[in-house]
């Protein structure tokens, strides 16, 4: 976790877009897309203010993380449907 900051910090200055959608799914896995709780960790409090773009992705992320591995908790049945039609995991990052 301590490095992840970093890492898209050299992923920005490089321009090096697949480290930081890596970065970015890291974050949203090991947070289970709880944006708030990235948000508040010492480690990403500056970061987050000193790059817009990255808050703007990784909160996007974790939104599509969370719906993506919640969807329709209440109802059974639309779960089921939401998991046959999902398709592919949104938050694969292809090589």
Not at 52 to 66: D, K, L, M, S, Y
Request: with cysteine.
């Amino acid at each position: 976790m301590e490095n992840v900051g970093y890492l898209l910090e050299l992923a920005d200055f490089h321009n090096a877009s697949q480290l930081g959608r890596a970065c970015v799914e890291f974050l949203c896995r090991r947070h289970a897309g709880n944006f708030a709780e990235i948000a508040a960790s010492p480690q990403f409090e500056a970061l987050l203010q000193n790059y817009p773009a990255w808050r703007e992705q990784i909160e996007g992320a974790c939104r599509t993380f969370a719906s993506a591995h919640h969807p329709g908790d209440d109802n059974p049945s639309s779960a089921a449907a939401a998991a046959t039609t999902a398709g592919p995991d949104p938050m694969r990052i292809e090589t």
